[in-house]
C-alpha cells in the first residue's frame, strides 16, 4: 500500500538507508530498505517508544503536537514526521545522507500516506 512512496523517497535521497511507516506502538506497518548492515526495524522500534515520550511531554508542556524530530548518532540520522496520532513516517540515513533532501521528500509525501491510511 505504501511500497511505491516509500520506494520513491528512498531512490532519491543519497544516503537514504531506509524509509517506513511504523506505529507508534513499534509494530511497522511498510518499509524499504536500501542498506541491510543497519537494522533498521529494531532501530525504529526503540526510538518509537521515545517518540512516544516526547509526544507526552510536548503535551504536558503544552508547546504543541509533535511534527517532526531528528535523531542523530555518529553512524545513523534518524528523520520522523508524524502521520496520525497512532502512526509516523521515518526515514533512517547515513551520517553523509542528505538531511534537508530527506525532510522535503518526507514533507511531500505526508498527504499521499496520510490519505493512504484514511482509506480515502
Do not use: W
Request: proline share 2%.
Amino acid at each position: 500500500m505504501f511500497r511505491e512512496t516509500l520506494e520513491k523517497m528512498a531512490n532519491n535521497c543519497d544516503g537514504a538507508i531506509a524509509t517506513l511507516v511504523m506505529g507508534f506502538d513499534g509494530i511497522p506497518v511498510e518499509s524499504v530498505i536500501k542498506d541491510e548492515s543497519v537494522d533498521v526495524h529494531t532501530v525504529s522500534t526503540e526510538f518509537s517508544f521515545v517518540l512516544t515520550q516526547v509526544r507526552k511531554a510536548a503535551e504536558i508542556l503544552e508547546v504543541g503536537l509533535l511534527d517532526e524530530v531528528s535523531i542523530r548518532s555518529e553512524n545513523l540520522t534518524f528523520v520522523v514526521r508524524v502521520l496520525t496520532e497512532e502512526y509516523f513516517l521515518g526515514m533512517a540515513l547515513s551520517p553523509q545522507g542528505n538531511f534537508g533532501k530527506g525532510r522535503f521528500l518526507m514533507r511531500l509525501a505526508l498527504p499521499e500516506l496520510r490519505a493512504e491510511l484514511s482509506g480515502a
